[in-house]
């Protein structure tokens, strides 16, 4: 069995075609989704989804895509969405300065927020960073020394360092299917050097399709060909990246009860 550890069930190319798309996943051996949103619009629906399927669970919280919309919000805010059984922990958020949609600053207070919420919650952060890995960073390991939280680094694509701050600070690190593309090799080294015991798989659907799948929207079903190149990586089984990756998911996310 799989989880995708990050998906966009929500999203219009998905959501329209929701209920294939799940028995696609449940063909192919996945049968477990972390639904994400980058704003607290998209939780109705969100829930909604998790309510219609089983093993699907969410995520709450702002998108620094969306930080202006939200640049008043704070923990408090985050916390009153955390309520619903099936919301198990804080994000997507973090910092993007490659799309740069936000102001540094704004992006920088809302991330701290998030981070709030999580120590507060005990639930666990979904960290969105790009080409923002210093100040990620910097206000991970602050955050962290002041009091500890936990989490993951999503559809991670970075440098070692980051993924090396990450595991210091007891977090996951989540591979997409980036590292299947011809030109990831240096995504693939870093991989290698991640421990078993700290990695998950997303597709982060609908984007990032993995090959042989590039060009195509992506869909939950995928999740399988990152599972098999981090088998290939770690020189183990497909059946045990997916039994591992499944155990660490439930270990970081222990607030999902998994529907038999």
């Not at 960073?137 to 009091?147: F, Q, R, S, V």
């Not at 993995?210 to 992506?218: A, E, H, L, Q, Y």
């Not at 079903?221 to 998911?249: H, M, P």
Request: glycine fraction near 4%.
């Amino acid at each position: 069995m799989l989880v995708d550890s990050h998906c966009h069930l929500s999203s219009d190319e998905i959501y329209n075609d929701l209920q294939d798309v799940i028995e696609r996943a449940h063909q192919v051996g996945v049968f477990c989704f972390l639904n994400t949103a980058g704003k607290f619009d998209e939780l109705e629906k969100q829930l909604e989804i998790c309510e219609k399927f089983k093993n699907v669970w969410t995520v709450t919280g702002v998108h620094p895509h969306d930080a202006m919309a939200y640049k008043n919000v704070t923990a408090e805010d985050v916390l009153k969405n955390t309520k619903y059984d099936k919301v198990i922990g804080i994000g997507e958020c973090g910092l993007d300065y490659f799309y740069d949609f936000a102001p540094k600053d704004v992006q920088i207070k809302v991330f701290r927020e998030m981070i709030k919420a999580a120590q507060e919650s005990a639930l666990p952060i979904v960290v969105h960073t790009r080409d923002a890995e210093a100040d990620t960073m910097d206000i991970l390991e602050t955050a962290y020394h002041k009091k500890a939280f936990k989490g993951e680094i999503h559809c991670y694509s970075s440098s070692f360092e980051l993924a090396k701050c990450a595991l210091d600070i007891g977090f996951y690190v989540s591979a997409s299917g980036m590292i299947t593309f011809k030109n990831a090799d240096n995504l693939r080294e870093n991989f290698k050097k991640v421990p078993l015991e700290r990695l998950l798989v997303e597709t982060d659907t609908p984007y990032l399709a993995p090959i042989p799948m590039r060009g195509k929207t992506n869909e939950p079903a995928n999740v399988r060909y990152t599972a098999q190149i981090l088998a290939d990586l770690k020189g183990i089984s497909f059946e045990e990246i997916s039994q591992t990756t499944t155990q660490n998911f439930f270990k970081l996310y222990d607030k999902a009860v998994k529907d038999e």
